[in-house]
């Protein structure tokens, strides 16, 4: 499989369209929030605001992470062990990319008040790239504990990302 970072945007949504157990919805989430880093980084541009590319790296990173644990998990099956070990690990990282793209869509939604009028669409979209990163990962959470006798709470991420559709969808109405 091909490493993500570098990759030209077509080869990434042709590469997704294949009928392989990777890449897919974790993956597909992670790239959400790159997609949002990366249009923050142009707002940061156009209001002339330092730009910092941290957020669109990890999250980067958390996809390139996310397409290769499927194929761990899949290859761990008879080692009990092994294979909780690489569930955990898939719930953790999962955890990680929910964690960060909530944070930043709230980070976004403070600054809505600092950009010109012309720029609180973009700022929106943001919010709403990383808001669906963060029920992606929520929703692999939720499929590999189905898979598991695993222990793993989510219900502050839950509460966090309610709370987060609710300010949208409010934004969205007025």
């Known amino acids: 499989m091909a490493e993500i970072e570098g990759m030209e945007f077509g080869h990434i949504l042709h590469d997704m369209a294949q009928g392989t157990p990777t890449w897919a919805g974790g993956t597909a989430g992670a790239l959400a929030g790159v997609l949002a880093a990366a249009l923050v980084l142009k707002i940061d541009v156009l209001t002339h605001k330092d730009t910092d590319d941290r957020i669109m790296k990890q999250l980067l990173q958390f996809a390139e992470q996310e397409s290769q644990i499927y194929p761990r998990i899949l290859q761990t099956r008879r080692n009990l062990e092994e294979h909780k070990i690489q569930i955990l690990t898939a719930l953790n990282l999962s955890r990680d990319i929910a964690r960060l793209s909530l944070q930043e ?13 012309s720029l609180q669409a973009d700022v929106i979209t943001c919010a ?40 949208l969808s409010a934004l969205e109405h007025a």
């Open 128 to 167: 709403h790239l990383f808001s669906a990163a963060a029920a992606s990962a929520l929703t692999n959470i939720r499929a590999n504990l189905a898979l598991s006798a695993i222990d793993f709470p989510i219900d502050d991420l839950e509460d966090d990302l309610q709370a987060l559709r609710k300010t």
């Open 105 to 117: 869509a709230q980070t976004q939604l403070t600054r809505l008040s600092e950009v010109k009028k």
